[in-house]
């Protein structure tokens, strides 16, 4: 490879790294600009042990260079025979120095881990069921009684408790701002609790490997003023406009293909369909994003969906439908339609 070449195809992979990081900042995965008392709770523990670390680092830096200088043996100059008996002080202090080291960092930690996971969940919790699946996020409020996938809605400054199962294999639930992973494990009930107080958007991700689209299982949590909940909360219990009543012809047509379709073995839409081993579409087109928050929820994703799921998450379990034009677009249509 000539020079040339070789400049230009290093200035496009840092070109590609640093766009990265641009869509990374309207979207940050980041750890150290907690939004929720869990968050900053780690962040300060973080914070704490790093700054003990960064102590013992210059102690250490110290006394090696000035052992460097005070016992450096002049060129020509024989070293020195040294007495190899033990010193009791010298002893001490490299027994209980080490011990103090981690006595300042675990009671910190062990301090946090326990605060972290309060048994009982705080008075006037929301409590919220996390379902996870190969490969996406379910939502299920119990005492609202609404059902989505890939989109938390959460009330700032409300405690929330969530109780998170798996359906099928080991994952990891994980909002980086929000607070620390949880996996989420077949079989039994783990919980995690947090206060969200800044209304915001924030993306979720499966931390722990699941199989081929364990990195296309992401989500993200909107965190609402109360006002906004509750605004969410009654659309998300509205009962979708029965079929016969719908107005607009394409969408009316896109019902029937639904109805007609094996989509409603695996899909709910609440008065149409029963199924529930994929997301509940009631409210499908009030989401921002689809297929377990790949991407945006736009009539030209959703149709590309459709069309090929596998393409755009391999191993997904909805298999292609076969359905073209006319057909295709109804359908797209008639999904959208559910707000
Ligand atoms: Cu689910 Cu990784």
Request: charged share 15%; hydrophobic share 45%.
């Amino acid at each position: 490879m000539s020079r040339r070449a070789f400049s230009l195809g290093a200035m496009s992979i840092l070109a590609a790294f640093l766009s990265g990081c641009a869509s990374n900042r309207e979207l940050p995965m980041t750890t150290l600009a907690p939004k929720s008392d869990l968050g900053q709770w780690i962040y300060h523990l973080f914070i704490e042990v790093t700054l003990w670390d960064a102590l013992i680092l210059a102690i250490v830096l110290i006394a090696f260079i000035l052992a460097v200088f005070i016992f450096s043996t002049r060129v020509g100059e024989a070293a020195p025979p040294k007495s190899a008996a033990s010193d009791l002080k010298l002893e001490i202090a490299w027994t209980v120095g080490p011990a103090l080291v981690i006595l300042m960092i675990s009671v910190p930690t062990v301090r946090t881990v326990f605060r972290s996971q309060p048994r009982v969940a705080p008075a006037d919790s929301l409590h919220i069921r996390v379902i996870a699946h190969q490969w996406w996020w379910e939502f299920q409020y119990p005492d609202s009684k609404v059902i989505t996938a890939n989109e938390l809605h959460i009330p700032v400054n409300r405690p929330i408790r969530l109780d998170l199962v798996s359906s099928d294999v080991i994952h990891s639930f994980w909002v980086p701002q929000l607070g620390g992973k949880r996996d989420v494990v077949p079989g039994q009930i783990n919980e995690l609790t947090f206060e969200a107080n800044v209304p915001g958007m924030y993306p979720g991700q499966c931390a722990e490997f699941c199989g081929d689209s364990h990195a296309n299982m992401r989500f993200r949590v909107m965190v609402e003023t109360p006002e906004q909940f509750a605004e969410w909360t009654k659309l998300q219990q509205a009962v979708p406009v029965a079929v016969d009543q719908i107005t607009d012809a394409s969408v009316a047509d896109g019902a029937k293909v639904f109805a007609d379709s094996p989509c409603t073995s695996c899909h709910r839409i609440d008065g149409v369909s029963k199924g529930y081993i994929a997301p509940d579409l009631t409210h499908f087109g009030s989401r921002t994003t689809m297929a377990g928050g790949i991407m945006a929820n736009t009539p030209d994703n959703v149709a590309k969906w459709i069309t090929d799921p596998q393409a755009l998450k391999p191993g997904a379990l909805m298999p292609p439908l076969g359905l073209r034009g006319q057909q295709l677009n109804d359908l797209v249509a008639y999904l959208e339609s559910l707000k």
